[in-house]
């Protein structure tokens, strides 16, 4: 069974920090396609992040030189680094598997706020 954890949400202040994690568990990690997104209230669901087994990023304009993605394939987790938060990056905060058996994890909430 495929299965996506996220943790490491919360309410952090503008211009602060935060780090997400994704364990995965289920599926070859090693060769998984992995990604961040993020949902805001009345808003679609929008792709923050992504990196593939090699290691290689990409990241949406809104987020670049601010969030970091990277993965730890020792112990089966994907990390999304967020720098210099903004209100605008409120949302519930996805980890997702593309390829193997496509999942979703549940959702983490961020909060940026003063």
């Known amino acids: 069974q495929v299965q996506l954890v996220e943790s490491g949400g919360g309410l952090v202040q503008p211009g602060g920090s935060l780090r997400l994690t994704c364990a995965a568990s289920?599926?070859?990690?090693?060769?998984?396609?992995m990604g961040w997104y993020r949902q805001a209230p009345g808003k679609e669901r929008e792709l923050v992040a992504t990196i593939i087994s090699g290691g290689s990023t990409n990241y949406a304009d809104s987020v670049k030189g601010r969030f970091t993605i990277s993965r730890d394939n020792a112990k089966n987790l994907v990390y999304l680094q967020m720098n210099s938060v903004k209100p605008e990056d409120t949302a519930v905060y996805y980890c997702?598997?593309?390829?193997?058996?496509?999942?979703w994890g549940q959702g983490t909430q961020v909060t940026v706020s003063s």
């Open positions: 997702r598997l593309f390829n193997q058996r496509p999942t």
């Open positions: 289920g599926i070859n990690f090693n060769l998984a396609v």
